[in-house]
């Protein structure tokens, strides 16, 4: 079955290192996307991608990089910059010509220990 | 620039009574809305879309929603609650014509459906 695949479920990390969660799709969709999500507040952009080597910054860029070297993955990367760490991060993708809705993973929970 | 309210944290709503979840919008232009369902530590999944057309627009599980222009609302409704609807709601927007295409999302409307 197609559809997104968020790794790990549940990740842990130390102050000051940097942590790289996986995102691949299996959907031949173009665009992807990064959210974070804290409670009380939906869900904010971080970063998105519409094309192979090309990203955008999203509203609450800073601490974070990705990349998109192939149109099937957009790893997003915390770095120590990020001093809030602690969320639900989800990655989610649609069509080029989409005007339907997103396809969303199932979320990455990211403590800060 | 694109906004979306969801006013209630919660609603409450016993089992077998209709439902709504309010949501708000502002954009300056024609939007395409949607609406979101998370269960508990859960990616969202898609529930309807506005995109032209008919005000009604009906989706998964029941649910339907109205797109009112003048009001820029897009209301969740359903006519009658199950258990199992309790979740973490969203609406989200986007500008028909935006240069960046990625969704506004409301803060979420927590729905509490009790037996």
């Known amino acids: 079955d197609g559809g997104i695949t968020q790794s790990p479920k549940y990740l842990f990390r130390k102050e000051g290192q940097n942590v790289t969660l996986s995102c691949e799709q299996n959907?031949?969709?173009?665009?992807m996307y990064w959210y974070r999500q804290d409670p009380g507040q939906g869900l904010r952009l971080i970063y998105y991608s519409q094309i192979v080597n090309d990203f955008q910054k999203g509203d609450i860029a800073e601490g974070y990089s990705v990349s998109r070297e192939k149109k099937e993955s957009f790893p997003l990367t915390v770095t120590s910059a990020q001093k809030n760490p602690t969320a639900f991060y989800l990655c989610?993708?649609?069509?080029?010509?989409?005007?339907?809705?997103?396809?969303f993973g199932s979320g990455t929970r990211l403590t800060v220990v | 620039a694109q906004s979306v309210a969801q006013p209630e944290d919660q609603v409450n709503v016993a089992e077998g009574n209709p439902l709504t979840v309010k949501c708000t919008y502002s954009?300056?232009?024609?939007?395409?809305l949607f609406w979101y369902v998370q269960y508990p530590n859960r990616g969202l999944q898609f529930l309807l879309k506005y995109i032209t057309g008919d005000n009604l627009v009906k989706g998964s599980y029941g649910f339907e929603a109205e797109f009112n222009k003048s009001q820029t609302s897009f209301h969740l409704k359903k006519p009658s609650a199950l258990v199992s609807d309790s979740a973490l709601y969203f609406c989200?927007?986007?500008?028909?014509?935006?240069?960046?295409?990625?969704?506004?999302f409301g803060s979420g409307t927590r729905l509490q459906v009790q037996p």
């Open positions: 989200a927007v986007i500008l028909r014509s935006a240069g960046r295409r990625a969704l506004t």
């Open positions: 989610a993708s649609i069509p080029d010509r989409g005007g339907g809705g997103y396809t």
């Open positions: 959907l031949n969709h173009d665009a």
């Open positions: 954009v300056s232009g024609n939007p395409y």
